[in-house]
């Protein structure tokens, strides 16, 4: 199964609050797990990214948590602004060991941060 | 520096016509992938391309092919357009997947 399952679908959170948004995923041989933000108008950007050897990567406002065994992984966001308002993307890929880095895309969440 | 160029932003095309698509990489990326965005299916991988040679090809019908060039430009054409073809086309290029830096894409409508 390639899929990856994201949720909640839309997240309305306040400001300075935490914003978390959760996917999971099946296929046992994706390796990198990264996340993107997309502003209207906008193609995706890569925000921050995990691989499976490590449970949680923070960089600034932004954390990945991974649970190998439970085949998850989530995204939490610190403070929330109204800047971070935006739809977020979860993804995996197969990497190298499979010739190809094909993301394979959750289906996205709108985040609106409420001032 | 320069990021991830598709042309042209906008495009508004009739059924049964054909579309190509523009993609410039950031300079010194090899790798290029295409992926296709609507609403209902959300982001959808179409191609990728690495030194000319497509490495791997999404679930989509043979009305959609792709290209790149020696200098790492790529091409993305669809015949025979259908009225479900209409979406946002995202080009993505990469150096040695550190991450895929996505360009603004294509907002292709068929009428």
């Known amino acids: 199964q390639q899929q990856v399952k994201q949720s909640p679908q839309s997240l309305i959170v306040q400001k300075g609050g935490i914003s978390i948004i959760n996917c999971a995923y099946e296929n046992t041989a994706f390796d990198y797990f990264p996340w993107y933000q997309q502003f209207p108008g906008k193609g995706p950007a890569l925000l921050i990214a995990?691989?499976?050897?490590?449970s949680e990567k923070k960089e600034g406002r932004f954390t990945i948590s991974f649970n190998k065994s439970a085949k998850q992984f989530s995204l939490h966001i610190m403070d929330s602004q109204p800047g971070d308002s935006a739809t977020y993307f979860c993804a995996a890929s197969m990497g190298s060991g499979a010739g190809s880095y094909q993301l394979t895309f959750g289906k996205g969440t709108k985040l609106s941060v409420i001032p | 520096k320069a990021g991830v160029t598709q042309t042209p932003r906008y495009l508004i095309k009739t059924r049964g016509q054909q579309v190509t698509l523009s993609c410039s990489p950031i300079?010194?990326?090899?790798?290029v992938s295409w992926y296709q965005q609507t609403p209902g299916q959300g982001l959808q991988f179409l191609f990728e391309?690495?030194?000319?040679?497509?490495?791997n090809k999404g679930n989509f019908p043979g009305r959609f092919s792709g290209r790149q060039f020696s200098n790492s430009r790529s091409e993305m054409n669809v015949s025979t357009l259908e009225l479900g073809d209409s979406a946002l086309y995202l080009c993505?290029?990469?150096?040695?997947?550190?991450?895929?830096?996505f360009g603004s894409g294509t907002r292709l409508t068929v009428v």
């Open positions: 391309y690495f030194s000319e040679t497509q490495r």
């Open positions: 300079s010194g990326h090899r790798s």
């Open positions: 993505a290029s990469s150096w040695d997947f550190n991450g895929y830096t």
């Open positions: 995990i691989r499976p050897d490590v």
